[in-house]
């Protein structure tokens, strides 16, 4: 059974650096790509990055790049999400997803910007 469970949100001060990270079992991780959204009150889920299933390439939202790195350990079957330079407009619940078994969901970890 798929499982993707993310952990490392908190609150955090804007201008603040966090890094989040998704476990995941059940499926064979260095095969398959990986993705992290976001979804801030009241708005829709959104695309925050994207890596390659060797890690070798990836992709960002434009209101993230630069500040946001994402990476992964297929060794240990987890993928992150180093956040650097946080604003109030990052708060959101952040989500790992993989498109193995019909595509995966994380529960999510919430991530609150603010003073």
């Known amino acids: 059974q798929v499982q993707l469970v993310e952990s490392g949100g908190g609150l955090v001060q804007p201008g603040g650096s966090l890094r989040l990270s998704c476990a995941a079992s059940?499926?064979?991780?260095?095969?398959?790509?990986m993705k992290w959204y976001r979804q801030a009150p009241g708005k829709e889920r959104e695309f925050v990055a994207y890596?390659?299933?060797?890690?070798?390439?990836?992709n960002y939202a434009a209101p993230v790049k630069g500040r946001f790195t994402i990476s992964r350990d297929n060794a240990k079957n987890t993928v992150s999400l180093q956040m650097n330079s946080l604003t109030p407009q990052d708060t959101a619940v952040y989500f790992c997803?993989?498109?193995?078994?019909?595509?995966?969901w994380g529960h999510g970890t919430q991530l609150p910007v603010s003073t």
């Open positions: 997803y993989t498109g193995a078994a019909g595509g995966y």
């Open positions: 059940g499926f064979t991780f260095s095969t398959y790509s």
């Open positions: 890596i390659t299933s060797g890690g070798s390439s990836t």
